[in-house]
């Protein structure tokens, strides 16, 4: 069994190595990154379970970061970081991360946050190396490597369609609202509207779905938004797999 992997984001080089000492000493693996440019760069190479990351990054604002992370595999986020404004705090929570830490920061709170993060995507046992997910018998998800395998066939997907499909999964069985996922799928400089999000369900459910004319996985929730199915009891659980939110974030 491998140990969770956490990749640490700052530009401060003492708060790099006060970090992964916390989190070394309480069981976790970590390899840092100085800069977002670099932290994107390990992503692709080493998939972590958790990314710890700065908001002011010398390159890249820590929220660009976290965009492009969640666009790449399912990585949950923990921002750390010195700001401390009410209205950022709230960005970061509605969009890009599953935690907000101030700094400074308590060491065992810190690490205590990260497993609880861990707990939630159900990353504690389980390697990340591929970041798969297995629905069923007949369909198997890989977010790393951006492809579905339906009955055995495999259909490439688009970033797009990877980071969509990642939150529906996320949330198996409760409903997303069209304007949560138009939020969180897509950034704030791209004009994309409902029915562009319905074009997107439309060419998942043709690569997913074994008649996309009666969909049994996506799921139209008339009026309010979109569901993916309840994963069933005897899902694979030696793959990489996701438990489902206790809350839909909207």
Known sequence: MSLPH???????PATLRLV????????FEVSTALTGQQALN??????PNLAIVDLNLPDIHGFEVCRRIQQYAIVPVIMLTGEDKEDVIVDGLDRYAE????KPFNNRELAARVRRVLRRFGDTQASNSSAEVVVDDKLKINFGQHWAEVRNNRQELTP???????MLIRHAGQVITTDSLLARVWSPDEEVYVEGLRVHIRRLREKIEPDPGKPTYILTERGVGYRFKTFTSNQNQD????TTHSEVEI
């Not at 390990?42 to 998939?47: H, I, M, R, S």
């Not at 935690?99 to 101030?102: A, F, G, L, P």
């Not at 797009?160 to 990642?166: G, Q, V």
């Not at 793959?239 to 996701?242: D, E």
């Open 239 to 242: 793959s990489h797999s996701l």
């Open 42 to 47: 390990k992503l692709t190479k080493e998939l």
């Open 6 to 12: 956490i990749l640490v984001v700052d530009d401060d």
């Open 99 to 102: 935690d907000y830490i101030t």
């Open 20 to 27: 992964r000492a916390a989190l070394e000493q309480e069981g």
């Open 160 to 166: 797009t369609e990877s980071k969509l499909l990642h």
